[in-house]
C-alpha cells in the first residue's frame, strides 16, 4: 500500500505567519491528493483538491502545491481560525490513505 | 443545502454486528461515490469504505473486508454500512462522506459522524 507522512507532526506558529505543512507518498499518486481541516471536536473539511485546486468557499490564504510524491499545504497568513488538525489524503487508488495528520496552534 | 445525517452506531459486544446507515440530501445521490471514514478517539482519520454511483463498484480498507459490506438504496438516498464481526480496534466515530464524482475523487461533504463503540 501506498503510505503518506506528513510532517511536521505539529507545529505552533504566530498569527500572520506563514505555515507550510508537507505531505509524502511512498510511490507517485500523479496529483490525486487532498487536504482536510479538522476544527476540534468538528467534522473534516475539504481545503484543497487535485493538490492545488481551491474548495469553493475556501479562504485564499490556503494553497496547495506539488505532484507525484512530495505535496504542500501553505498557509499564507495564519489566523487564529485555522487552529486545527489538518491531513492529506490519496484517492488515486484503493485503499486510499490519509497522513497521520499536523496539528497547528497558535503560539 | 447538502446534507448527510448518520445513524445506527451505539455500544455493541465484540463479534456482533451493527448495521450504519447515512441519510443524503440536497444532491442527486445517485451520482456520486460515496465513503465511510472512521475516527478512533484521539486519533486521525481511516478509510473505510467506498461505493461508486452508477455501477456500485465497492472497496474496502483491509482491515474490514470480509466483515464489512457497503451498499447503498439510490432511491431512498441512503448509504449503509453493515457491520459484522466487530472488534475493539472498529471502536470509532464513523463519518459518511460525498465524493466529487466517482471513486478517486476528493470528499467535499462529511456527516455529522456516529459513534461506534465495541466492548464487553
Known amino acids: 500500500d501506498i503510505q503518506m507522512t506528513q510532517s511536521p507532526s505539529s507545529l505552533s506558529a504566530s498569527v500572520g505567519d506563514r505555515v507550510t505543512i508537507s505531505c509524502r507518498a511512498s510511490q507517485g499518486i500523479t496529483n490525486s491528493l487532498a487536504w482536510y481541516q479538522q476544527i476540534p471536536g468538528k467534522v473534516p473539511k475539504l481545503l484543497i483538491y487535485a493538490a492545488s485546486t481551491l474548495q469553493s468557499g475556501v479562504p485564499s490564504r490556503f494553497s496547495g502545491s506539488g505532484s507525484g510524491t512530495d505535496f504542500t499545504l501553505t498557509i499564507s497568513s495564519l489566523q487564529p481560525e485555522d487552529v486545527a488538525t489538518y491531513y492529506c489524503?490519496?484517492?488515486?487508488?484503493?485503499?486510499?490513505?490519509f497522513g497521520q495528520g499536523t496539528k497547528v496552534e497558535i503560539k | 443545502e447538502v446534507q448527510l445525517l448518520e445513524s445506527g452506531g451505539g455500544l455493541e459486544q465484540p463479534g456482533g454486528s451493527l448495521r450504519l446507515s447515512c441519510a443524503a440530501s440536497g444532491f442527486t445521490f445517485s451520482t456520486y461515490a460515496m465513503s465511510w471514514v472512521r475516527q478512533a478517539p484521539g486519533k486521525g482519520l481511516e478509510w473505510v469504505s467506498s461505493i461508486n454511483g452508477g455501477n456500485s463498484d465497492t472497496f474496502y480498507t483491509d482491515s474490514v473486508r470480509g466483515r464489512f459490506r457497503i451498499s447503498r438504496d439510490n432511491s431512498k438516498d441512503t448509504l449503509y454500512l453493515q457491520m459484522s464481526g466487530l472488534r475493539a480496534e472498529d471502536t470509532a466515530v464513523y463519518y459518511c462522506?460525498?465524493?466529487?464524482?466517482?471513486?478517486?475523487?476528493?470528499?467535499?461533504?462529511w456527516g455529522q459522524g456516529t459513534m461506534v463503540t465495541v466492548s464487553s
Open positions: 462522506a460525498k465524493s466529487r464524482g466517482s471513486y478517486g475523487s476528493a470528499s467535499d461533504v
Open positions: 489524503q490519496r484517492y488515486n487508488s484503493v485503499p486510499s490513505t
